[in-house]
């Protein structure tokens, strides 16, 4: 099945590690060695020819509850929103860190920091944050996209405490 702009993969590594889809050709993902950059789904080295999405679960975005206007309108705002984010952050090494203190739940204080972020993104989106994770850049991109009352397309978690594993069983409940 072909993914596309919004799809989640989930690769389940020490720590885990999320990628977004793009576009049909294109993941979007932060790592420590390479900040918040675009990769092809599929590369050739040597003859050899590789898919990005090896190793991972994809969990595919719930497309079909959008019309195809509302579809093609929110696949580009997704786009713009990493485009931003790609443009802004850099990977943090201590958002990482923190990953694994406080709660994952989509409180009042995720709700301040989406609140900030949206602000800088309507005033030219310079630098929405600064640093940020490969899990927190996923749902970001998705909650700077859709209000939180916006159906299925809003994350409903703290991004910045979010492990890839709480974005991987939040995924399965609430798009499967």
């Excluded at 993914?3 to 389940?12: A, C, K, L, Y």
């Excluded at 580009?76 to 739940?105: E, T």
């Amino acid at each position: 099945m072909a993914v596309e702009t919004g799809d989640i993969m989930i690769f389940s590594k020490r720590f885990g590690h999320v990628a977004m889809v793009y576009d049909e050709n294109r993941v979007v993902h932060g790592q420590y060695n390479g900040n918040f950059h675009l990769d092809d789904l599929e590369s050739e080295k040597e003859g050899v020819i590789s898919h990005f999405s090896d190793g991972a679960v994809t969990y595919k975005f719930p497309w079909h509850r959008y019309n195809e206007a509302e579809k093609a309108g929110y696949q580009a705002r997704i786009r713009n929103a990493a485009d931003v984010i790609m443009r802004s952050s850099k990977y943090g090494i201590y958002r990482a860190i923190r990953l694994k203190i406080g709660s994952s739940n989509y409180g009042a204080g995720a709700y301040g920091r989406l609140m900030k972020y949206r602000e800088r993104m309507a005033n030219g989106g310079g630098e929405v944050v600064s640093t940020i994770t490969c899990a927190e850049a996923a749902i970001l991109s998705l909650q700077l996209t859709f209000l939180e009352n916006g159906g299925p397309g809003f994350i409903k978690l703290d991004g910045a405490h979010a492990m890839p594993a709480t974005l991987g069983k939040w995924l399965k409940a609430n798009w499967s």
